[in-house]
């Protein structure tokens, strides 16, 4: 079995402020992790995944995420925020020879001028 | 530029009707899903496929059906719909890329936006 929580439904920042977006994780199996983002009135797309190799996982558009096995946990960060950032961001997880993935609620990102 | 369509794009029906929402990909995946995204649940799995012959519900199957009419085409169905599966519907696809090395990475189309009245 496998589940996710996303911690805040909805984050604000400033423009140029450090995103933090939280996820934490069950599985029992070692996990893949991913992060994708959905813009307004599009479809989800990826952001970064963790699948087991390195812990510090580097994505698009300057974000990235670090798996901590001690803390079930896959945060998202970006060091500062841009306007373009305005979106929403699920967290899912997924076990190997599973074939599918399970998602977050999500985490409506809102940036301030 | 290989893709995942659906069709339509959006759609307003009444109580009791029947719908098929379509999907298409050109990326070669084995493997199709059909999720519903209402605000605050986030995206909740109504069924799968692996292949053409592999079909298997997720966790919110009532009330829906699906066909996988070849591996690009995965359809989902409602045979009478309701106003509680007023929802934006989302069609993936994944790689199989074999045993343990699949990740299960996906791939998203554009959605649906479906209203019941």
Same mark, same amino acid.
């Given at each position: 079995a496998q589940s996710v929580t996303q911690l805040g439904s909805h984050v604000s920042v400033s423009e140029g402020a450090l /995103?933090?977006?939280r996820c934490n994780y069950s599985s029992s199996v070692p996990p893949y992790l991913?992060?994708? /983002?959905q813009y307004p009135n599009q479809?989800?797309?990826l952001l970064l995944k963790y699948t087991s190799a390195a812990t510090l996982v580097k994505g698009i558009n300057g974000?990235? !995420?670090e798996f901590k096995k001690s803390e079930t946990s896959f945060h998202l960060t970006k060091p500062s925020a841009h306007m373009s950032d305005a979106a929403e961001y699920f967290? !899912? /997880?997924s076990a190997a020879t599973a074939g599918?993935?399970?998602f977050g609620d999500g985490t409506t990102l809102t940036v301030k001028p | 530029d290989a893709d995942v369509t659906q069709t339509p794009r959006n759609r307003i029906t009444k109580t009791g009707k029947r719908i098929m929402l379509e999907c298409s990909q050109t990326k070669g995946h084995d493997r199709m899903y059909w999720y519903r995204q209402d605000p605050g649940l986030g995206l909740r799995l109504i069924y799968y496929s692996f292949d053409?012959?592999?079909i298997n519900k997720g966790e919110i199957?009532?009330?829906y059906s699906v066909s996988r009419q070849a591996q690009a085409k995965f359809s989902l169905s409602l045979e009478s719909a309701i106003p509680n599966q007023t929802a934006l519907y989302f069609c993936a696809t994944s790689a199989r890329k074999g045993g343990l090395a699949d990740n299960n990475e996906q791939f998203f189309g554009p959605g649906t936006r479906l209203t019941v009245l």
């Open positions: /995103v933090l977006l991913f992060w994708y /983002v479809g989800l797309q974000f990235e !995420a967290c !899912a /997880v599918k993935s399970t | 053409v012959k592999d199957s009532d009330g």
